[in-house]
C-alpha cells in the first residue's frame, strides 16, 4: 500500500451509526462464541427488529445459531403477531412462542388483573420458558437511554438460577472484553444495542430499510381515551366502558406491548422520516407511552430486580 | 456559532427539511469521554446540563425533574440538573453515584457517550472501567478547592488507561467571581503535576455547570478566556479508532462460520489498520500465511475495510486459523509470547494470589495465568513505589505474569486491543483485575514460530520412520548407556535414522553449566528433552540414556512430545548389583562422601511408575534387553 493510499484511509472515520453497528455485531459473536445454549427474545418492537437485523449481520453467511423467543401474552396487536411470523421467516430462524400456562388457565387480561398481567404473563413467562429450554444466554434490546437506572446496567447481566438481578454483583466491562463465564445454573441477559439511543434506533431503521410493525406509522385507528391515553380497540375482547365508543383518529405508537397498556399518540406521521421528525420536535420522552413506570420513576428498577427485562 | 443558535438552526432543518437533517445525521462521528472528579466537583450537574443544552430531556422527565428536585434536590427551588443522572434509587437518597452510567447525548456533529464515574476514593475500579473505552476524559475541579488528591488519582488513571486528550475543567467559576488568577492558579498547580505523570498536554476550560459557563456557548463572564468551549472541543477532538487505521492490520478471530462445505469464514472486528482484498496475511500464533480471498458482509463484499468495522475474511488457502487467533498483515506481525511484564489494577475484594492460576482474557481468547508478586505497587496518590506481596481491591501494581501458551499481543500504548487485558478468578468467575501488558520478559520476546512446510511428518516420511523417543531411565551403572548403544546400531543397521543422546555427550557440551544439584538435574533433563523433541520434529529415532531420577521431570518430557511418540524403558537394576558392578568408580567415590548428591546414595531416584517397558537386566544380557527394546520400538513403527 503506498503512503497517500494511507494517508487518504486515515481520514476516512466510521460514523457513530457503523460503530454503533460494528459493537453490537462484536457483542453478539463474542457471546455466542462462548455460549452453550444462547436465544434471542424477540419481541416484534423496533429495538427487536434491529436486534434481529444485527444477527443477520453478524453471522452472515450463515444464519444466526440460535432460535428466537417471543414471551407471548396473547394480548399484543394483531399486527405484530402478523410480523413475527414473517420475520422468523424470513431470517430462516426457528421461532419460540411462549405462554405462560397459569396465565392462560387463568385467563389473565389487563382489564381484571392489573400489575398481575405483567408478572404473570411477561416476568415469569420469561423466567419459566428460559428454565424450560434451558437457555443460558438471552439477548435482550434494551437500550441504556430509555431509563435512568439502565443507565448502569451492563451489556452482559449475570442473572441467579432465580433469575434475580443483583446490583452488586455485576461485572466491570473493561474495553472490549466480555466475561461470559457463569457458574451453573447462572444466566446471561445480553444487550447488544446497550449504547443505541432511540433515535439511532430509528436512523438505522430508516437506513437499513427494516421491516417494522406498521403501527409505528399513523393511520385512521379506532382508540378510546381512558385516563389521558389513548388505547386502540383492537379486538373484540376490550371492554368498553359505558357510554364509551370507540373514535378514528390518525394515530401512531412509539412504543409496542400489550394493545389495552399501550398509549398511542395522534399523529400524521405516516412515513419514517415523519415519524422521526415528529420525535424529535415532541417533547415526550419514549416510555411515557407505558403504564408500567408511571407509578414512581424507581419502579423499573424494581422489575429488573424481580427479573423483568 | 453559539449553541442556542445551533439548536434553532437544527430545528428549523428538522420541520423544513427532515431528509436533509436525516441525511446529516448519517454522517455524524461518534466520541466517547469519560468524567471524573471528586464527589463534590459537580460533575453530574455538568453531565445534566450537557444533557439538557444539547435537549435530551423530554418535558415529562423535566416534570419529573423538577418534582424530584424539590423533593431530593440541593438547589433549593431551583432545577437540580444532577438528579437527572442520579441513577439507583438507593444511591440517590444517599446522593452519590456508585457505579458507572453511560449517558448519551448528541449535536449537529457528534454522537457522545458519556461514562459518568464516581468521585468516591474507593472505586478506583469503576473508574478504570469507563476510562478503559473513552477517547477522551474530562477532569473535574472545584475552582474553589483546586487540585486535591482525588485529582491526581483521577489524572493517574486517566493517563495509565492511555488516554491522551485531557481536559481540565475548572468547575463553579461563579463561585470564585470568574478570578483568572485563580483559574490559572490552578492550571499553574496541574500543569507541574501532570508533568510529573508524563501527561504531554491538556486543554484547561473555565466553567460552571451550574450557571452554564463556557459549556455551550462562550461566557461573557470570562472575557479574558479564548479557548474553546466544553461542548466545542468535545465536537472536535480526535477519536481513537480513526488513529489505530494507521497502525498495521490485527483483528483477533472471535468465530468461525462454517455454514456450509464451501465456506469457512473468519469473523473478528478489525483493531487496528486496514485490509484489502489480496492482501498477504498471517495467522498467530501458528505464522501461518495467506492471503485475503474476500471480505465478507451482509451487505456484499468490500475491496477493503478499516480498524472498527467487523467483518469477516475469507483466505485463499486452507490454513488453520480459529477463535483466539490474530490475523495481521504477513510483513508486520505483532509479537508472541509467553510472559510479560503489566500493570494490575485490581478489582475484586478477595485480594491477589501471586503463583495462584488465573484465567486471562486478552483478544478472544482465555487461558490460565499466573501472576508473581508485585514489582512494586503504586501509590496512586504520591506516585510513590510501594513494596507489596498482593494487590489489594482498588491497588495498582507491576507484575510479572506467565501464560500457559503463546499469544499475540502489542504494548497496551501502541495497541490497546492486544495489550489490555482481564483476570478473571477461575472459582467465582468474577473479573479480578484489569492488566496492561508492558512488554514481553527477554526470554520469549521476539521469538516468531516460523511456519515451516516441511514439516514433522515430511521428515519421518522421507526416512520411511515414524519419530520416537526411547527415554532409558535408571541408576547409575544399571546398563542404559550399554544397552541404548546396543539398540541404535541394531536400528542403524535396519536402515533406521537414529541418534543417542547420553549424559556424557550432553554433558561436555550443552549442559557443561550445569552441575548436580536437584535445580541442575531438573535443567538438565529439561534441555534433553528440548533437544529430544527437536530431533522427533526432524523425524529421527531419539535413544536418551540419562539417569533422570525424578518422576516430575519425566512427566514433563513425555508431555513435550507428540502423543504416542514417547516410550519410557526402565532399566531395572537394583543398587547393590549397580553399585556391585561400578563400572566407573563413582559408587566407591560418593561412598567415601567424595561425590555428593549421588543418586541411590544421597539423592533419591523415583521408580517409573508406568514406564512403557521394564528390562531387568539381572535376568537378561545386554544384548537380550537390547533386542526386546528393538522389537518394542518396531513393533510401534
Given at each position: ?17 457503523q460503530?454503533?453497528?460494528a459493537?453490537?455485531i462484536h457483542?453478539?459473536?463474542e457471546?455466542?462464541?462462548t ?16 436486534m434481529?437485523h444485527?444477527?443477520?449481520k ?5 444464519p ?18 402478523a410480523?413475527?411470523?414473517k ?8 421461532l ?66 432465580s ?30 444495542l446497550?449504547?443505541?439511543?432511540e ?5 438505522y ?7 417494522i410493525?406498521?403501527?409505528?406509522y399513523a393511520?385512521?385507528?379506532p ?40 398509549g398511542?399518540?395522534?399523529s ?5 422520516p ?19 413506570d ?16 | ?8 438552526i ?12 436525516l ?23 455538568l ?31 431551583g ?17 452519590i453515584?456508585?457505579d ?8 449537529d456533529?457528534?454522537?457522545?457517550i ?33 487540585i486535591?488528591?482525588q485529582?491526581r ?7 495509565l ?13 461563579d ?8 483559574f ?7 500543569a ?17 455547570g451550574l450557571?452554564?459557563?463556557?459549556i ?5 463572564n470570562?472575557p ?6 466544553l461542548?466545542g ?12 487505521q494507521?497502525a ?14 464451501d465456506?469457512?469464514g ?8 486496514t485490509i484489502?482484498?489480496g ?8 505464522g ?33 486459523c480459529?477463535?483466539g487467533?490474530?490475523?495481521t ?8 509470547a509467553?510472559?510479560?511484564e ?5 478489582m ?26 508485585p514489582k512494586?505497587e ?12 498482593t ?31 482481564i ?5 467465582t468467575?468474577a ?15 521476539n521469538?516468531?514460530?516460523?511456519a ?13 520412520q515414524q519419530a ?82 525424578f ?7 513425555r ?8 516410550m ?21 567415590k560418593?561412598r ?9 546414595i ?13 528390562v ?16 518394542a520400538?518396531l513393533?510401534?513403527?
Open positions: 500500500m503506498t503512503s497517500t493510499a494511507q494517508k487518504s484511509m486515515s481520514s476516512d472515520t466510521l460514523t457513530h451509526l460503530r454503533l453497528e459493537e453490537s457483542i453478539m459473536r457471546v455466542v462464541a455460549a452453550e445454549n444462547p436465544v434471542m427474545l424477540y419481541s416484534v418492537g423496533k429495538d427487536s427488529a434491529c434481529l444485527l444477527a443477520k453478524a453471522f452472515y453467511p450463515a444466526p445459531p440460535f432460535p428466537l423467543l417471543h414471551v407471548d401474552t396473547t394480548w399484543k396487536f394483531q399486527d405484530m403477531y410480523l413475527r411470523e420475520a422468523a421467516a424470513d431470517a430462516g430462524m426457528e419460540l412462542v411462549y405462554q405462560n400456562p397459569e396465565a392462560v388457565e387463568k385467563g389473565i387480561n389487563p382489564f381484571d388483573h392489573g400489575s398481575l398481567h405483567t408478572d404473570m404473563w411477561k416476568t415469569d413467562g420469561l423466567k419459566q420458558a428460559l428454565t424450560k429450554y434451558g437457555f443460558d444466554v438471552a439477548f435482550g434490546g434494551a437500550r441504556r437511554d430509555e431509563e435512568k437506572s439502565r443507565a448502569k446496567e451492563r451489556i452482559l447481566s449475570f442473572r441467579s438460577a433469575h434475580r438481578w443483583d446490583p452488586k454483583q455485576q461485572r466491570p466491562e473493561l474495553w472490549k472484553l466480555y466475561n461470559t463465564r457463569k457458574a451453573k445454573g447462572e444466566s446471561i441477559r445480553a444487550f447488544p446497550s449504547n443505541w439511543t433515535l439511532d434506533i430509528w436512523q431503521i430508516h437506513l437499513e430499510n427494516i421491516d410493525v406498521p403501527l409505528y393511520a385512521p385507528r382508540v378510546v381515551d381512558r385516563g389521558g391515553m389513548l388505547i386502540m380497540v383492537d379486538d373484540a375482547r376490550m371492554p368498553l366502558l359505558e357510554g364509551e365508543v370507540p373514535m378514528m383518529r390518525s394515530v401512531r405508537f412509539r412504543t409496542l406491548g400489550c394493545y389495552p397498556l399501550t398511542a399518540v395522534e400524521e406521521a405516516a412515513t419514517l415523519e415519524v422521526i421528525q415528529e420525535m424529535l420536535l415532541t417533547t415526550t420522552s419514549e416510555r411515557q407511552g407505558r403504564a408500567i408511571h407509578d414512581q420513576s424507581a419502579s423499573m428498577e424494581k422489575k429488573k430486580q424481580e427479573g423483568y427485562f | 456559532m453559539s449553541g442556542s443558535d445551533q439548536s434553532y437544527t430545528d428549523t432543518l428538522i420541520a423544513e427539511d427532515i431528509d436533509a437533517y441525511h446529516k445525521h448519517q454522517h455524524k462521528t461518534m466520541l466517547r469521554f469519560i468524567t471524573c472528579g471528586s464527589v463534590d466537583d459537580g460533575k453530574s450537574t453531565i445534566g446540563r450537557l444533557l439538557y443544552d444539547s435537549k435530551m430531556i423530554f418535558e415529562d422527565q423535566l416534570a419529573n425533574l423538577e418534582s424530584d428536585s424539590r423533593a431530593h434536590g440541593t438547589q433549593g427551588q432545577i437540580d440538573f444532577a438528579l437527572l443522572v442520579d441513577g439507583l434509587a438507593a444511591e440517590r437518597e444517599q446522593g453515584t456508585i458507572v452510567a453511560y449517558r448519551f447525548f448528541a449535536t456533529k457528534r454522537k457522545f458519556v461514562a459518568d464515574t464516581p468521585g468516591h476514593e474507593q472505586y478506583t475500579r469503576n473508574m478504570v472501567t469507563g476510562a478503559s473505552t473513552a477517547d477522551l476524559a474530562v477532569i473535574l475541579v472545584d475552582a474553589r478547592q483546586g486535591l488528591t485529582t488519582r483521577h489524572s493517574y488513571l486517566v493517563n488507561l492511555g488516554i491522551k486528550n485531557i481536559v481540565l475543567a475548572v468547575n463553579k467559576m463561585l470564585v467571581g470568574y478570578s483568572q488568577e485563580r490559572y492558579e490552578i492550571v499553574k498547580e496541574y507541574h503535576f501532570a508533568e510529573q505523570l508524563g501527561i504531554k498536554s491538556f486543554l484547561p476550560i473555565p466553567i460552571s450557571a452554564g459557563d463556557n455551550v456557548t462562550r461566557s461573557e470570562t479574558w478566556y479564548q479557548g474553546p468551549t461542548l472541543h468535545l465536537e472536535d477532538a480526535p477519536i481513537n479508532a480513526t488513529q489505530m494507521d498495521p492490520f490485527r483483528m483477533a478471530v472471535q468465530w468461525v462460520n462454517r455454514p456450509n462445505l465456506f469457512r473468519f469473523a473478528g472486528q478489525i483493531g487496528s489498520g484489502a482484498k492482501d498477504a496475511i498471517r495467522v498467530l500464533p501458528s501461518k500465511t495467506s492471503r485475503v480471498k474476500s471480505i465478507v458482509t451482509y451487505d456484499g463484499q468490500l475491496d477493503r475495510a478499516m480498524a472498527g468495522q467487523s467483518i469477516t475474511l475469507t483466505f485463499e488457502d486452507e490454513v488453520d480459529s477463535r487467533d490474530v490475523i498483515v504477513a510483513d508486520a506481525p505483532c509479537e508472541v509467553d510472559q510479560f503489566a500493570t494490575l489494577v485490581w475484586d475484594e478477595a485480594e491477589m494470589l501471586p503463583g495462584r492460576p488465573y484465567l486471562l482474557k486478552i483478544g478472544t481468547q482465555t487461558m490460565t495465568a499466573t501472576v508473581t508478586e512494586y503504586v501509590n496512586v496518590n504520591t506516585l510513590e513505589h510501594l513494596t507489596s506481596q494487590l489489594a481491591v482498588n491497588a495498582i501494581g507491576v507484575v510479572n505474569i506467565s501464560t500457559d501458551r503463546a499469544i499475540p499481543f502489542e504494548a497496551y500504548a501502541q495497541n490497546p486491543d492486544l495489550g489490555g487485558f483476570l478473571i478468578d477461575r472459582m468467575n473479573t479480578v483485575a484489569a492488566g496492561m501488558v508492558h512488554f514481553a520478559l527477554r526470554r520469549s520476546q521469538i516468531h514460530w516460523q515451516v512446510d516441511i514439516d514433522r511428518t515430511a521428515h519421518a516420511a522421507i526416512k520411511g520416537r523417543v526411547v527415554w532409558f531411565t535408571g541408576l547409575s551403572g544399571s546398563g542404559k548407556s550399554t544397552i541404548a548403544n546396543i539398540v541404535e546400531k541394531k536400528l542403524h543397521a535396519l536402515g533406521k535414522h537414529t541418534f543417542l543422546l547420553d549424559g556424557d555427550n550432553v554433558r561436555h557440551g550443552l549442559n557443561r553449566d550445569l552441575g548436580f544439584t536437584d535445580a541442575d538435574r531438573v535443567e538438565n533433563i529439561r534441555r534433553v528433552g528440548e533437544v529430544a523433541k527437536l530431533m522427533s520434529d526432524a523425524g529421527l529415532i531419539v535413544l536418551t540414556a540419562f539417569i533422570s531420577p518422576r516430575a521431570e519425566r512427566r514433563m518430557v508431555e513435550m512430545m507428540e502423543t504416542g511418540e514417547f519410557e524403558v526402565h532399566v531395572n537394576t537394583p543398587l547393590e548389583v549397580a553399585e556391585a558392578r561400578d563400572v566407573k568408580g563413582l559408587y566407591k560418593a567415601a562422601g567424595n561425590l555428593k548428591n549421588f543418586t541411590g544421597d539423592s533419591p531416584y523415583e521408580q517409573p511408575e508406568n514406564a512403557e517397558m521394564t531387568n537386566t539381572v535376568e537378561l544380557t545386554a544384548e537380550d534387553a537390547a533386542e526386546q527394546v528393538v522389537a520400538i513393533a510401534g513403527l
